[in-house]
């Protein structure tokens, strides 16, 4: 018998919609549309009435292999929403029950069929199958589903509609997700999840893997968790449109195939492994491990984001720029759709000079330097820092195929979501702890007014980078993979083997163990521990085969033992406290890592750098930022932006010299 057949102790606890093995309900046609006539027009698609009108579609009753057959309705989308304060009571109007559906697109290939009100409508073969699995054998259902109730041949309906997309999944009765069909992973893959929730609801940190099955939880080795790394990487947990879909629907099930699972299960599975620790070990499991933490992340932030929640109804809504930045992973086939999927949960009072527009004249690029700048003006009237803005260039931009059409200075939103490094300068969307290697100089930045393409900052080059690694893709620090060749670490150790001495009170040692995590622990919000330090001690003895393996390493009492008396060695690192520790340093390691170069800089210093960083590039310190930034000359007085650093004893008002810092105009292009 496999690990989790047995649930039944699990369901015990769970709240009871948590039913796999329950349909979920779709909503069902009204008198209203029971009684209407058939419609016969000689075009499908009539023309909406009003900003608040919709389509709603009635699918038709059949059997699996029966031909898809619907009709069209248009209802209006008006509604009352209203807050008492003193009572706090939250209410909603329903103009019409209905279902929306949440799904992956997947290649706009259309290769299905649905016959609606007597027209032949292709639609993608994923919505086709999707439809099959909603259909009742007896009874009509009523739901939603852009790719047919929106006539994506028209733009300006488009338009419209992008709009109303916050009412479609805010006013649903409910909202199915699907992931498509089931296979022999999935109903594993569904049952971990709830038995996550209910194992690790009091737990904090979990050493991994040695401390799961002290929680109750399969073992490191078992196929349940390379199951679960397969679910959440499916195409619709990276698709950009679910974040609203989620964040908005009051009540969202998760369908794939026969199989159904409430949303609370997934997000509150998905939170309590980031909350304990086990997040890092996941992604560093398989290939694809780090695109599943990834989405772990990025739901357990959503769990924050709940606009059904009244409470959060009523608050301040996060800001267009904010909510970019915390959805950098997700996906979307237009990259307009970036900004416009996110309109619905941003606040509604902030200014914006860009619009809704899906016409050939107002592109992706058109559309990022417009938020870019509202940005801007937003610092400029708060009296903020630019970091703001500058620390979401590279954590967007890496390794583009094809050069970007935007200035330097302006995140590019669209690439693809494995590829992102976290900010190191503490950005409210991953972390707290803050640097100040500009120490307390005033912010001093403006657009160039005759050409708002141009970013003209004060600035004061302190260092270039004289080495450099290639990029980290999906940074590990096994201990079973210490002493291989094609170990991360060995590659870090053999640019730093030079450095005899480090620049002020530090040695070689602490500097490199230091950058590696970026001067952080594992959460971003704290200093890292010195604990770490041993961890890679024993580490980088087991890859070089030299002891020490840099000047001024340190070493605890248990690491000096005979061998094989109690001597820590890399096996003992998924033991007990120590694992702990590891884990730790583990998850640090490759937040800190992923998606940058490890490099050394021309006064001596050891530095974590931008993917696109090369030999040559200027490091800079810019007034009113807390941390250093990589700039490449482009021309006489013209520099390219290519990203944050952190480069140890720069990060903490060290570069500043005696007589303070003489700044210099220079223009980012």
Known sequence: MSYVEDTTWVRNFLPEWYAPEEKVQFARPNETIKNASPRSHAE???????????????????NWDDGLCASLHHCSMESEIGYDTQRVQYWKKRPMEYTAISYAWGELVYDGTIDCDGHTKVITKTLEVALRHFRHPQDSI?????????????????????LLMGKIYGLAMNTVAWLGEADSKTPGSFDILGEIGVRLQYSYRIRCPGGLTEAQLPPGDSSLWTDLISLLCR????????????????????????????????????GRLVDAGIIGWLGSLEEDGSEAANTCQAFRQLMNQKLSDPWYQMSERSRIFTLLKMTQHALCSDPRDKVYGMLAMASQKEERSFRVDYSSGYTFSNLY???????????????????????????SQFEMTIPSPLPSWVPDWRPDRRRLSRPFGGGRTYTGYRFCASGDSE??????PADNSQLQIQAYEVDSIVDISDVFLSPSLSYREAASSKSDLLSCLDLSARLKQYPGSCTVFDAFWLTTVAGVDETGDAPAPHAFAEVFSVLMDATTGRTPSLPGQSYTKRQQLPEGRGRLTPAHLKE?????????????FQAAMSGRRFGITGKGYIGLFPCA???????????????????????????RYLGECYIHGMMNREAIPADGLSWETIILV
């Open 44 to 62: 499908l698609y009539q023309r909406l009435n009003g900003a608040d009108e919709i389509r709603v579609m009635e699918l038709k009753p059949g």
């Open 142 to 162: 009523l739901i939603w589903v852009d790719q047919i109730c929106i006539n994506q041949g028209d733009e300006e309906e488009k338009t419209l509609q992008v």
């Open 235 to 270: 195409p619709w947990f990276g698709r950009l449109w679910i974040i609203q879909e989620v964040v908005l629907s009051e009540n969202l099930w998760i369908k794939c195939g026969p199989h159904v699972l409430h949303w609370d299960v997934v997000s509150n599975g998905c």
């Open 369 to 395: 330097l417009d938020v870019a700048i509202d940005e801007i003006r937003r610092i400029q009237k708060y009296e903020g820092s630019i970091h703001s803005l500058l620390s979401a260039v590279e954590a």
């Open 443 to 448: 912010t001093n930045f403006e657009l160039n």
């Open 576 to 588: 007990r406290s120590i694992g702990t520790t590891y884990s730790n340093a583990l998850s640090a």
């Open 613 to 639: 960083s090369s030999r040559g590039d200027g490091i800079i310190l810019v007034s009113g930022c807390p941390v250093p930034y990589v700039i490449r000359r482009v021309g006489q007085d013209q520099w």
